[in-house]
C-alpha cells in the first residue's frame, strides 16, 4: 500500500524558507541594498519540500467476529535527501497508526528512507494522515474476507473502557466518545438505509457503480517535542478601555486571532472590537513555538487568558481596596464594572481603567502556559505525548464508472467533536476546508518524478487541486451536541485545524467499496492513493483479471 501524499502546492512551509531567506540575505548584504526574493510556481514546487510520501504494509490476525487479536505494521516514508522533520513525522504516524481501534498485541515499525529527491517536510497533519490510513484499510479488508459491513468491523474494534482503552504506545484514551459520535452520524446519515440502496443499485447497474463508508479520526493533539508545547502573550490595557493584545501565533487564514481576541474579550466582558490585534513578533513576545500540531489556540489561547486574568485580578484588588469590598462584590459584565456596595456603583469599562490608572495600577501583563501532564519516553516507547484527542467521523458516498474509472463524491455528511467551540463558524469552516484539502490529498493531487528524482509535475496544469466542481452537492457538517472537552483547554474548546483533513480517508474507502462490488466484494482491492481515474481503472481491470482466472 502506498501514499504519494499531497504536495502543498502554494509555497514554502515551517522550515523550508530558510534557503530562500539566506539568499535574499547574501544579496542583501552584497548590494547594500534591501532584497526581495521569490520563486517562480514551478522552481517553487521543484525546490519546496512535499508531504512525506509512504510505503506501508501490515500484517494481522483476528477472530470469527472481526475483532484484531494481533497486528504488525510497517511504516516507511520517503524524506527525500536530508532530514528535515523526517523523524518526528514518522513518530507521529507511528503514534497514529491505531487511529481510534484497540490494538492489544502491536508491532509498530516506522524507517526513515533517505533518496534523491527534493527533501520533505511538514504538512497539515503531520505524519498522522500517511499512519492512519493503514488502519482503515485493515478494517475494510478484514470485513470483506469475513463478508461484513466494515463499520461494524470499526466498531467492534473502537478503544473502549477499561481493558481496551490503553494506545500500543501506553497513553490511557480517557473520555473516550468515539462509539457514540460514530452511532450518532450512522443514525443522522441514514448510512445503514443508503448501504442498503447501494447494494440494490449495484445488483441492478452494470457499468455505474456506488460506494459508501463511514470512518472515524482519533488525533492526538500536542507538539510531540515536549519543550514547543509552551506560548506567551502581552495584554495592555488603554485608559479609553481599549485593549491591546499580542501572542505567538500566526493568523493564516484559519481564525486563530478572531478566537484569541475572543478569548481575553470573554475574560474581561466586553465586546470584541474593544480588542486590537498587533501582528506576530518577537520583540513583543519571545521564543514562539511554531504554529502547529492544531495547538495555535490551545497554547496562544490560554497564554492571553492567563495575561488577561492577572490584569482582571489588579483591577478587582484596586476595587477592593477602593470601595471596602470583597472580590465577589465586582462584577465584570457587558462592557461595564458593577460594584454591589450599598449604593450599587456602576461604571463603563473605560471609565473604570482610567480610575485604576489614576491609582497607579499596573495594566500591561505578560502570560504565559506551557501544556501539562504531557510526557514520552522514546527508549521504552511509552508515555502520554499528547494531552488530549479531537476525534470525528464522515461518511462519504461515491459513484464510479466502471469503464473509465471516472468518479464522483455524491454526499459527504460529517460530526466534530470540538468540545465547546469557541467559534462555531471558524470551526465548521474548518472542517469543511480541512476535509476538501484531505480529498485533494487522497484522489487528485498526484506527485510524479523523473529517474532523476526531478519533479514532473510541477504546475498547475499538471498537478490538480480540488476544485469547486469536485465538492458534493450534498456537503453537511455537524458539531457534537453536549460536547464536554474535560481537560482543562481554554473554555474546554477542542483543535479543529488538523483533524479534519483525515475525514476524507472515508472517499477512498468508499471508492474500494464500489470497486469491490464488481466481485460481490470477494476480491480485495489494491487501490493507491491518490486514487485517480487512472488508478481507479487499474484496480477495476486488476478486480476483472482474477475474477476471469477464477472461473
Avoid at 12 to 38: H, Y
Avoid at 491 to 510: C, D, Q
Wanted: hydrophobic share 40%; proline share 3%; net charge neutral.
Amino acid at each position: 500500500m502506498r501514499h504519494d501524499e499531497w504536495a502543498a502546492l502554494f509555497g514554502g512551509k515551517e522550515t523550508q524558507a530558510a534557503p530562500w531567506a539566506c539568499i535574499a540575505a547574501l544579496l542583501a548584504k552584497k548590494t547594500n541594498q534591501p532584497v526581495k526574493f521569490r520563486l517562480s510556481r514551478s522552481d517553487d514546487m521543484c525546490m519546496t519540500g512535499k508531504r512525506h510520501p509512504f510505503s506501508n504494509h501490515y500484517q494481522v490476525g483476528f477472530d470469527q467476529q472481526g475483532k484484531i487479536q494481533g497486528i504488525d505494521i510497517e511504516l516507511s516514508a520517503n524524506c527525500g535527501i536530508s532530514p528535515d522533520l523526517s523523524d518526528a513525522i514518522v513518530d507521529r504516524a507511528m503514534f497514529h497508526s491505531d487511529n481510534a481501534y484497540y490494538l492489544e498485541q502491536a508491532k509498530i515499525e516506522g524507517h526513515r528512507c533517505k533518496t534523491n529527491s527534493v527533501s520533505h517536510t511538514a504538512f497539515r497533519g503531520f505524519g498522522g494522515p500517511q499512519g492512519m490510513m493503514t488502519i482503515e484499510l485493515v478494517m475494510d479488508d478484514i470485513a470483506q474476507h469475513l463478508g461484513k459491513d466494515p463499520l461494524a468491523i470499526r466498531k467492534l474494534n473502537l478503544y473502549g473502557k477499561e481493558s481496551r482503552n490503553t494506545t500500543h504506545y501506553g497513553q490511557k484514551i480517557e473520555h473516550n466518545r468515539l462509539l457514540e459520535l460514530i452511532e450518532t452520524l450512522e443514525q443522522t446519515s441514514n448510512y445503514q438505509q443508503r448501504r442498503k440502496q447501494i447494494e440494490s443499485f449495484n445488483q441492478a447497474s452494470e457499468i455505474l457503480k456506488k460506494g459508501i463508508a463511514l470512518t472515524p479520526v482519533k488525533f492526538g493533539i500536542s507538539f510531540t517535542v515536549q519543550h514547543l508545547n509552551q506560548a506567551g502573550a502581552l495584554v495592555h490595557i488603554y485608559t479609553d478601555g481599549s485593549i491591546h493584545l499580542n501572542h505567538g501565533g500566526t493568523e493564516m487564514g484559519q481564525g486563530l486571532f478572531t478566537k484569541v481576541a475572543q478569548i481575553v474579550a470573554a475574560e474581561f466582558s466586553v465586546d470584541i472590537e474593544t480588542i486590537g490585534m498587533s501582528a506576530t513578533r518577537t520583540d513583543k513576545v519571545p521564543n514562539t513555538s511554531p504554529t502547529a500540531a492544531s495547538s495555535g489556540t490551545d497554547l496562544n489561547g490560554k497564554a492571553a487568558q492567563a495575561a488577561a486574568r492577572i490584569l482582571k485580578q489588579r483591577l478587582i484588588d484596586f476595587a477592593c481596596e477602593k470601595y471596602s469590598v470583597k472580590q465577589e462584590a465586582i462584577e465584570f459584565i457587558n462592557n461595564r464594572v458593577n460594584i454591589k456596595t450599598s449604593e450599587s456603583l456602576s461604571f463603563t469599562f473605560a471609565d473604570f481603567v482610567q480610575q485604576a490608572y489614576m491609582a497607579r495600577v499596573s495594566l500591561s501583563a505578560t502570560g504565559f502556559y506551557k501544556t501539562p501532564k504531557i510526557y514520552f519516553d522514546r527508549e521504552k516507547a511509552k508515555g502520554r505525548p499528547f494531552f488530549y484527542f479531537a476525534t470525528g467521523a464522515a461518511v462519504s458516498e461515491v459513484i464510479i464508472d466502471t469503464l473509465t474509472g471516472e468518479y464522483k463524491l455524491l454526499a459527504v455528511d460529517i460530526l466534530q467533536d470540538v468540545g465547546r467551540s469557541l467559534n462555531p463558524a471558524i470551526d465548521i469552516g474548518q472542517i469543511e476546508g480541512g476535509f476538501v484539502q484531505g480529498l485533494g490529498w487522497l484522489t487528485t493531487e498526484e506527485l510524479l518524478w523523473d529517474q532523476k528524482g526531478r519533479l514532473i509535475s510541477n504546475n498547475a496544469a499538471t498537478y490538480k487541486i480540488p476544485a469547486i466542481s469536485d465538492i458534493p452537492q450534498r456537503f453537511n457538517v455537524a458539531l457534537m451536541d453536549d460536547a464536554d472537552n474535560n481537560e482543562s483547554t481554554v473554555y474546554h474548546s477542542k483543535a479543529v485545524g488538523e483533524p479534519p483533513l483525515m475525514l476524507a480517508i472515508s472517499v477512498w474507502s468508499a471508492l474500494r467499496q464500489a470497486i469491490a462490488s464488481l466481485s460481490d466484494q470477494s476480491v480485495q482491492v489494491q487501490l493507491d492513493t491518490p486514487a485517480t481515474p487512472e488508478k481507479v481503472l487499474m484496480a477495476i481491470t486488476k478486480i476483472r483479471s482474477a475474477m476471469d482466472s477464477t472461473k
